[in-house]
């Protein structure tokens, strides 16, 4: 790496932190991070074993109370973010490295390859994700490895099409006709002048759909559509619906797992917001 390099990363780094929405959503994920990591030194009882009376409220024993089954509603809210992370985090990445191809390629190739990608992703957005979703894992038996596919299968559309959107954008910038002139390859101008050009929105595209892959997840699993073998947060609000947590009033049920949901989407949000602001060179504030 040069020093003109060196300087220009240190000088983005310095733009990230000085962003309070970027540092904000920084620290939300980092600390959702952590816990999830940690998850096993953090639970006091096994996250399926039965410790106590149903429906017991928060005490000292504990903190969230139990659920109806008398399981700690704790030990299973840390357990669940480790598996609702890691399901989005893998989401995001075979989502975006999808959209991004498709999008790439859709953009510098264009002509009837280009029309025929831009109507199949018209037609997609047409349809009604989640219950598309339901209809698949209907006819298969949900596991991660499954719910992961849909979501990336059903996922990838906004990531294609706001990289073909830059692509389009940067493939007819100057360096890129003179690299044209001079004789340059579709693929090698592609790596070597497109990509780096566009990886601000493939960035900021990773970070979102982390978020999205995490709430089409808790999605499914509220609906009963998650893999029995895990807990995700959105199996935990299916288990409070279906032991009458609602109906019960214990709200030391729902709350846990609905806040983590909320605050994990809050950060990652702000993360890509703020990643955005300060990698996108026509959003960029000095």
Avoid: Q
Avoid at 64 to 82: E, K
Avoid at 203 to 221: D, K, Q
């Amino acid at each position: 790496m040069s020093a003109i390099e060196r300087s220009s990363a240190k000088e983005t780094i310095r733009l990230l932190f000085s962003s309070k929405t970027f540092l904000t959503g920084f620290i939300i994920v980092i600390i959702i991070s952590i816990i999830a990591v940690s998850a096993d030194y953090m639970i006091r009882y096994p996250p399926l074993k039965f410790v106590g009376k149903p429906f017991t409220p928060p005490s000292d024993k504990f903190i969230f109370g139990t659920d109806d089954m008398g399981r700690d509603i704790y030990s299973m809210t840390i357990s669940a973010s480790r598996v609702s992370l890691i399901i989005g985090l893998i989401a995001a990445v075979l989502t975006t490295l999808l959209g991004m191809f498709i999008g790439l390629s859709s953009g510098m190739i264009g002509g009837i390859y280009d029309i025929l990608m831009m109507r199949s992703i018209d037609f997609l957005l047409s349809l009604p994700y989640l219950a598309l979703a339901l209809v698949i894992l209907a006819f298969l038996k949900p596991n991660l490895y499954i719910i992961i596919l849909v979501i990336v299968i059903l996922s990838w559309i906004s990531t294609a099409k706001i990289v073909r959107a830059d692509t389009l954008v940067v493939k007819e910038l100057p360096f890129v006709e003179a690299a044209k002139a001079m004789g340059g390859s579709k693929v090698y101008i592609t790596l070597k002048h497109v990509t780096p050009n566009i990886l601000h929105a493939v960035i900021s595209s990773l970070v979102l759909n982390v978020r999205n892959a995490i709430l089409f997840e808790a999605s499914l699993s509220f609906l009963g559509f998650g893999d029995p073998h895990y807990i995700s947060w959105g199996a935990i609000l299916f288990f409070a619906r279906r032991g009458g947590a609602f109906a019960a009033g214990a709200w030391w049920y729902i709350i846990p797992p609905g806040f983590m949901i909320m605050i994990t989407v809050l950060g990652f949000t702000l993360l890509s917001i703020g990643l955005n602001d300060v990698l996108n060179p026509r959003l960029r504030r000095y």
